[in-house]
């Protein structure tokens, strides 16, 4: 079946500019997860979504940055005014289920603020 | 607070060649923990993981990693390296205080000589 997919895989942004970044995960899985790749940092947590359950915001970096899920699939993860320093590979996850299961990782979207 | 570190950013071994990665965590509770791959243009995989029982975990592509709790290490291993094994790797810890959030190291990028 179809892995998760993200969309656009690159953006050229001007600073001050609102993007949005798309993921749609595997069918059926209720969790997904939205991670900031930053060169030589890793992968930082953004923001989780499980089920039907408030998501949980508390890696967003700051109030520029908004996620939704709309119907427990597809979400879109919005920066708003982007700075430079929001450059980065914004990476989708999903699974079957919350918990320690494994993460169906999306090819990413290579965001490049200019 | 929880933490994954990955020492090594960078480590280099000729083919054939065994390697070992090298992954310590900070979490108080036992830890589920894993292992992920990202090769060029690809995204992550997942490699292995550890819930509980037998501290040596067996993985995909040949790769092994043992838990050690006495020091707080989960090291991924391999025997024999081969030229497609180039890629980066995650050490992940999830957290299972509140909802269920994946802490990932920086990564270790192996490159391997022919």
């Known amino acids: 079946g179809a892995g998760v997919s993200q969309s656009p895989s690159n953006k050229v942004t001007e600073k001050g500019k609102d993007v949005e970044l798309r993921c749609d995960p595997i069918s059926g899985h209720t969790a997904l997860y939205w991670y900031r790749q930053s060169l030589g940092q890793g992968l930082e947590f953004l923001i989780y979504?499980?089920?039907?359950?408030?998501?949980?915001k508390s890696g967003l970096p700051s109030d520029r940055f908004s996620a939704e899920r709309t119907g427990g699939s597809v979400s879109t993860l919005t920066i708003q005014r982007t700075q430079q320093e929001d450059s980065a590979v914004y990476l989708c996850?999903?699974?079957?289920?919350?918990?320690?299961?494994?993460?169906?990782f999306g090819p990413g979207t290579r965001l490049t603020v200019t | 607070a929880q933490s994954v570190t990955q020492p090594d950013i960078h480590i280099t071994v000729s083919e054939g060649a065994s390697l070992e990665l090298r992954c310590n965590y900070s979490?108080?509770?036992?830890?589920?923990l894993f292992w992920y791959v990202q090769s060029p243009g690809q995204g992550l995989q997942l490699l292995l993981k550890y819930f509980s029982g037998d501290t040596l975990v067996q993985g995909i592509k040949g790769f092994e990693a043992e838990f050690k709790r006495s020091q707080s290490s989960f090291n991924l291993r391999k025997p024999s390296v081969h030229w497609s094994d180039a890629a980066e790797y995650f050490c992940a810890v999830v957290t299972t205080s509140g909802t269920y959030k994946y802490i990932f190291g920086t990564g270790t990028r192996l490159k391997v000589l022919a």
């Open positions: 979490y108080g509770a036992t830890p589920y």
């Open positions: 996850a999903s699974s079957l289920a919350g918990g320690p299961v494994e993460q169906y």
């Open positions: 979504f499980q089920g039907n359950s408030a998501p949980d």
